[in-house]
């Protein structure tokens, strides 16, 4: 069993004589912190692979600065457009709380695709490659954001009483399992399995699938929503279509993507090397 130590990572009390200030205190947030340094190894990772594969690193971190600056806008906008019942009665800030939790992944593909991927065919570079290079660190920036999850009290399964249980205050129980104390850890297996993907993805796949661009980025979209699909099926938070689990939906999606593509893209590879 495991809890939360709470999300504040330190606190700074400013003095009250402080100009234009004022006494006041400064707090810094896990989330925030896991979420830089997700961000801070994976723009490293993806440099050592730009220059292992013949790429500009500096054309690659251009390209990565937009694609986090549009995945951060991409998740935050996937997740108040599912929650938008919850937001219409907030005040307007609370949109751009981001600090409190409330990024989901898939938006976050989206909208890092769509601003990276457009300054990458805007400078006419190679979307595909580039999009191999990003898969190892999407796959382990992921592993290391979620335990801002944990810290937040959020993004857990529903009660067990398996040893690896997670408590969760009262504050944050579902009004269904107010009653119950301990829940499925669900950050922790999306974090092991994305610490798998990568391995697996750095390990064993990517010299196979060296010599066909986009394949390596959609072994790391299926593997990813593989895993994806079993989790989300025990959360208690997911977002919702209906009766449908909107991250179950995409899962199938990006399944279905990697298992029909990766095989196109091999064929033709092996085509033009024929």
Do not use: C
Request: charged share 15%.
């Amino acid at each position: 069993m495991f809890r939360s130590p709470g999300p504040i990572a330190l606190s700074l009390k400013l003095p009250a004589d402080l100009p234009l200030v004022g006494s006041m205190t400064l707090s810094v947030r896990w989330y925030g912190v896991l979420i830089a340094s997700a961000m801070a190894l994976g723009l490293w990772l993806a440099a050592r692979a730009a220059r292992r594969r013949g790429q500009s690193p500096d054309d690659l971190l251009k390209a990565a600065e937009l694609a986090l600056i549009g995945g951060l806008i991409g998740a935050r906008l996937y997740y108040v457009l599912f929650n938008l019942d919850y937001y219409r009665t907030q005040p307007a800030w609370r949109v751009i709380a981001v600090w409190e939790g409330g990024l989901a992944i898939h938006g976050g593909l989206i909208g890092g695709i769509l601003a990276g991927g457009l300054y990458v065919l805007w400078r006419a570079l190679p979307l595909l490659t580039y999009l191999d290079i990003a898969a190892p660190s999407l796959a382990i920036g992921q592993a290391i954001g979620r335990w801002g999850n944990f810290f937040n009290e959020e993004a857990f399964g529903r009660p067990t009483n398996l040893p690896w249980k997670l408590y969760i205050s009262e504050p944050h129980r579902p009004i269904q399992y107010l009653q119950a104390e301990y829940f499925h850890p669900t950050f922790l297996y999306e974090s092991l399995w994305d610490l798998g993907v990568f391995l697996v993805l750095l390990l064993a796949l990517r010299r196979r699938l060296q010599d066909a661009p986009g394949a390596l980025f959609l072994a790391y979209l299926g593997l990813y929503s593989a895993g994806r699909f079993w989790i989300e099926g025990l959360r208690t938070d997911s977002l919702m279509l209906g009766p449908l689990r909107v991250a179950q939906v995409v899962s199938v999606l990006g399944l279905a993507l990697a298992v029909v593509g990766i095989p196109l893209l091999r064929r033709r590879a092996a085509r033009r090397f024929a």
